[in-house]
């Protein structure tokens, strides 16, 4: 798989680097600011480009703004954005629509490098990768009555995986169980929610994120 | 010298009168009331034209109107028998007119405004003695008649060279048409032009040039009427008489115009009294009002800035002499107190501005000090806004900082490890596995905790995603429920979000630490170009903003960005915090 990097600081572009090469990425591009990232993307037409969201000149959202625009034209590239801070608001904006190719991490999940190196496979064919954080706090927004409240603790962490974006493969590797029990998992879920079972993983995100955020 | 000089002139004047009138009337040529008239219409003349002069030395239109008197004076020895009194008095009688011209264009400086004035005013004097000069030359009076000729012996002309009656009629219907006709007309154009292109303040000045303007509108009339058409002896009773009245009413009129200013003493008498009343903000009004010229500034001296305010306190500066703007500066002592900038206009008359000056010091000084007070309260404010500024300015550099610096250090040494870690996989012994994994999770810990100081000192929400985000964040944060019920969704000026979400942020801790209260809501919208910001909660009240560092410092923020806070919180009925911050458009 073909990776572009951007990240201005440099001590942690080449960690990232790194890693990837060593997980068996090819790293096509590295880059410190967001009109270079623009420039490899169109040239080099990767799977994938990790985005820091803040980088020069105003260390504000220079990543955000150039992973949009690379989004609006080229849907093939998948966008994963490090940030250093997470956001609810920013984050829902970014992929409430749009949830396929994309992905959303504290900068510190990198040190969690099997997770990581998982998300930006996940991202790079074409899937989800949300950061726990943000799970968190549109469950935590929830009031505890309702469907939510119905839900076992083992399908709450079932829930918030699926929300973070991760398939049935992922969610059984993450929580040591059988594909089997995933499913009933899945299953009990989706019918508590009074949800309808989504055919594919990203459309399973959107619906999960949706009754979320609704 | 020169009060012994216009007696003198008005001596020569009076003699000049008496023998003129026995001119007229001892041999018959005029009845006694007309050539009293044509006598009192050159004392007229002189008598303005002396008294200016005396009164307004620096201007010349006092000295061009004793002249036009004494050029109407000679005039009358047209009519004496002696030939060479004739020849005299009617090469130079007809100067009068250009005198008369002269005058009333250079009025009030007695300098000519335009290039067109000189070229008119030079031509009216190359006329009038040009062509009585030229018919000298031809003019028998065996075979023409000039003046009232069925009254015997004329006498002759010491310049004939060679008579010739159609040269004389040629030269006589020429200057009527010429001088009274073309010229009279480009006269009272040049003085409507004068009006048109004046300043309020000038044209109150310009004032009794209409009346000039009229006179010399009719006087180009009647001699057209002479010219062209035949008319009764009553008819020409009535001419006269009008003309006569015209004529005297331009040396009074233009004499009152260049007194006006010692009549406006009356008028600064009444400034002094008006000003004892006037609160020092209206000064400049009050002064506008007195001196006609609505243009007025006052533009106050400071000595701590070196420089001029404006009423409000803000620095001035004066307009550079060639701006068409005169300025005239008032000083008490060898201290300067004030400038007042105005119409050049004005310049015409020293004295009045001199006199409003002189009477509106005091006053000018009252709004000196004002204005001074205003300034140094403006630079304060100006400089309080700047160290509030200079505060937000810094924290937002320090959670750079440590975002891009400590915090991305951290996470690329970790980073470096689980590498590391990877890297040498199942060749490590379990002590050491331990120690690198519980070494990575330290600085998991410790880039979240720079995290959240970092949030603390001023929250990258607020950068990234402006103030409606970092109020959402905000609300969450906060130990007890908050609703926000609005904020701008779009991005606002970074000091003004800033000051907004810290006011937000401090009234919510004081919240939290005060009111226990079950919950609280937010809200901040734009109206009339203010930010408002509102913060309430169910608590118990009570919050005073003398008490407790907490609202202090709210207030200071608020205040600092010139806005204002407004705290309603009765004992318990929970707490209102109003803050209102000036946003531009």
């Given at each position: 798989?073909?990776?572009?990097v ?36 169109r040239?080099?037409?990767?799977d994938?480009?990790i ?5 020069p000149p ?14 609006e ?46 998300a ?26 309702g ?21 049935n ?11 089997k029990?995933?499913e ?8 508590k929610?009074?949800?309808?079972q ?14 979320l955020?609704? | ?16 009168g ?5 001119v007229?009337?001892?041999r ?21 034209g ?12 006092g000295?061009l109107l ?7 004076l ?17 090469a130079?009688g ?30 009216g004097?190359l006329?009038?003695?040009?062509f ?6 031809v ?17 002759h ?19 009527r048409?010429?001088?009274f006709?073309v010229l ?13 292109n ?19 509108g ?20 009535i001419?006269?008489?009008?003309q ?46 007195a ?6 500034e ?25 701006a ?50 205003r ?6 404010r ?8 200079a ?19 951290l ?5 470096e490890?689980?590498t ?8 490590l ?7 690198l994994?519980?070494?990575v999770?330290q600085?998991q ?8 100081l ?5 929250p ?7 103030l ?16 926000v ?14 000051t ?32 408002v910001?509102?913060?309430a ?6 919050a ?8 202090r410092g709210?207030y200071d ?10 705290v ?13 911050l000036p946003c531009?458009?």
């Open positions: 798989m073909r990776v572009v951007a990240e201005d600081s440099v001590l942690l572009r080449e960690g990232l680097v790194r890693l990837l090469q060593e997980a068996e990425f090819e790293v096509v591009a590295q880059v410190g600011n967001a009109d270079e990232l623009r420039a490899v993307v040239r080099d037409k990767p994938i480009a985005v820091d969201i803040r980088m105003t260390h504000t959202d220079e990543g955000a703004q150039a992973a949009a625009r690379i989004r034209q080229d849907r093939e590239v998948g966008i994963l954005l490090l940030s250093q801070v997470i956001e609810l608001r920013h984050a829902l904006k970014l992929f409430s629509e749009t949830p396929e190719r994309f992905g959303y991490l504290l900068k510190d999940r990198v040190l969690d490098i099997d997770d990581f190196i998982d930006v496979r996940r991202v790079a064919r074409g899937g989800t990768a949300i950061d726990p954080e943000v799970v968190a706090e549109l469950l935590g927004r929830r009031k505890e009555q469907p939510l409240g119905e839900l076992t603790p083992r399908e709450r962490e079932v829930l918030s995986l699926m929300a973070e974006g991760r398939s493969h992922g969610i059984c590797a993450k929580l040591f169980l059988s594909p029990t995933v009933t998992h899945v299953a009990s879920i989706f019918m929610l009074g949800l309808r989504a055919p594919d993983d990203h459309r399973r995100v959107l619906a999960v994120l949706a009754y955020n609704s | 010298m020169r009060t012994r000089w216009i007696l003198l002139l008005a001596a020569v004047g009076v003699v000049l008496v023998f003129g009138y026995r007229l009337v001892d018959g040529q005029q009845p006694p009331e007309e050539a009293a008239a044509h006598i009192g219409v050159a004392w007229t003349f002189l008598a303005a002396l008294i200016a002069w005396g009164r307004r030395p620096q201007s010349r239109v000295a004793a002249a036009a008197g004494f050029a109407l000679v005039r009358r020895f047209q009519y004496s028998e002696s030939s060479a009194l004739f020849t005299a008095a009617f130079l007809e100067l009068s007119n250009a005198f008369i011209a002269h005058a009333v264009l250079a009025y009030p400086t007695g300098r000519l405004q335009s290039r067109l004035e000189g070229i008119f005013v030079r031509a004097y006329l009038v003695l040009a009585p000069l030229a018919t000298l030359l003019y028998d009076p065996r075979r023409s008649c000039l003046f009232y000729c069925a009254f015997g012996g004329p006498p002309s010491l310049l004939l060279v060679h008579p010739s009656n159609g040269v004389f009629d040629l030269l006589r219907d020429s200057y048409l010429g001088v006709g009279g007309v480009v006269f009272v154009a040049l003085i409507a032009w004068k009006f048109v004046a300043s309020p303040p000038r044209r109150r000045t310009l004032a009794p040039l209409a009346v000039a303007g009229a006179a010399a009719m006087r180009a009339l009647i001699e057209a009427a002479i010219t062209f058409t035949t008319y009764s002896e009553d008819t020409r009773q001419l006269f008489w009008s006569v009245t015209a004529q005297i009413a331009i040396p009074i009129a233009l004499l009152a115009g260049l007194l006006r200013a010692r009549l406006a003493r009356g008028d600064v008498a009444h400034l002094l009294l008006e000003l004892e009343r006037t609160p020092p903000a209206q000064v400049r009004d009050a002064l506008s009002r001196l006609g010229d609505p243009s007025l006052v533009a106050f001296w400071v000595p701590e800035r070196a420089g001029y305010v404006d009423a409000a306190g803000q620095p001035v500066a004066l307009p550079q002499d060639d068409g703007r005169a300025i005239t500066r008032l000083e008490q002592g060898a201290e300067r107190v004030a400038a007042l900038v105005h119409d050049p206009a004005l310049l015409d008359e020293p004295e009045l501005i001199g006199a409003v000056g002189a009477a509106a010091r005091l006053a000018l000084d009252n709004a000196r000090l004002q204005a001074e007070l300034a140094q309260l403006v630079a304060v100006e400089s309080r806004a700047r160290i509030v500024a505060g937000d300015s810094e924290r937002r550099r320090i959670e750079q900082d440590l975002h891009d610096g400590a915090q991305q250090r996470v690329a040494l970790a980073l490890l689980r590391a870690q990877r890297r040498l996989g199942g060749s012994d379990r002590d050491l596995e331990s120690i994994d519980s070494t999770e600085l810990r410790a880039v979240e905790e720079l995290r959240e970092a949030h603390g000192v001023h990258p929400v607020l950068t990234q995603g402006g409606a985000a970092a109020l959402d964040d905000l609300a969450r944060r906060i130990p007890i429920p908050v609703r019920l609005a904020a701008p969704q779009e991005r606002l000026a970074p000091e003004l979000e800033a907004a979400y810290f006011v937000v942020c401090e009234a919510l801790a004081n919240v939290v630490k005060h009111a226990q209260a079950s919950a609280a809501t937010v809200s901040a919208a734009r109206a009339n170009g203010s930010l910001v509102e913060i909660d169910d608590g118990v009240g009570g005073d903003l003398s008490r407790g560092s907490g609202l709210l923020r608020v205040e600092a960005r010139g806005g204002r806070l407004r309603v919180s009765p004992p318990g009925g929970g707490t209102r915090i109003v803050g209102e531009a458009s």
